[in-house]
T-cell receptor, first 115, second 113 residues
């Protein structure tokens, strides 16, 4: 069964460093998402991406964040200069078609720890 | 703006007992509602969803949920839990016209023999 994969499973970085979180969505999917969950808090929407551009983003997704689909298979989230408060679990998701009622398929997450 | 509340952070039930996980949402119109489950090391898996029609929806793994507009609730139920149901359960709401899901904080389910 096709699944969304994410690498690495755990990333530790120093404050101020750049990190890139990688996701491989399901191959025929067209809509891509990043969410994050700070420990003990809600899963929060960060950004949605379709047709090689951001379709929606939250207020969390500021200039420190960027997304890219560099090669038609990977979908990446870059944090330019990490802060302590960026420590969280980051989930990638993908979906085949538009419409909020259509299922988003989630990856297992990358745990980011900023020291 | 939409929001979701899951009032129970952690629930413990005995294997074979019935289960109800609570979810309350806030949204001005008819929402799209979802329950996801996350087992350790796995991604969030969709259990079931509601977007219109019959207010009692059936999902995978024997789960069901009932949409109650008057109570702004979408509680998840299972008549008899199995040890393999131990996981984190997330309720989420989506709105027409945008693509994002808004999640609750999750409920961790522990099953005891």
């Amino acid at each position: 069964e096709p699944e969304v994969t994410q690498t690495p499973s755990h990333q530790v970085t120093q404050m101020g460093q750049e990190v890139i979180l990688r996701c491989v969505p399901i191959s025929n999917h067209l809509y891509f998402y990043w969410y994050r969950q700070i420990l003990g808090q809600k899963v929060e929407f960060l950004v949605s991406f379709y047709n090689n551009e951001i379709s929606e983003k939250s207020e969390i997704f500021d200039d420190q964040f960027s997304v890219e689909r560099p090669d038609g298979s990977n979908f990446t989230l870059k944090i330019r200069s990490t802060k302590l408060e960026d420590s969280a679990m980051y989930f990638c998701a993908s979906k085949a078609t538009s419409g909020t009622y259509n299922e988003q398929f989630f990856g297992p997450g990358t745990r980011l720890t900023v020291l | 703006a939409q929001s979701v509340t899951q009032p129970d952070i952690h629930i413990t039930v005995s294997e074979g007992a019935s289960l109800e996980l609570r979810c309350n949402y806030s949204y001005g119109a008819t929402p799209y509602l979802f329950w996801y489950v996350q087992s350790p090391g796995q991604g969030l898996q969709l259990l079931l969803k509601y977007f219109s029609g019959d207010t009692l929806v059936q999902g995978i793994k024997g789960f069901e949920a009932e949409f109650k507009r008057s109570q702004s609730s979408f509680n998840l139920r299972k008549p008899s839990v199995h040890w393999s149901d131990a996981a984190e359960y997330f309720c989420a709401v989506g709105a027409r016209g945008n693509e994002k899901l808004t999640f609750g904080t999750g409920t961790r389910l522990t099953i005891i023999p």
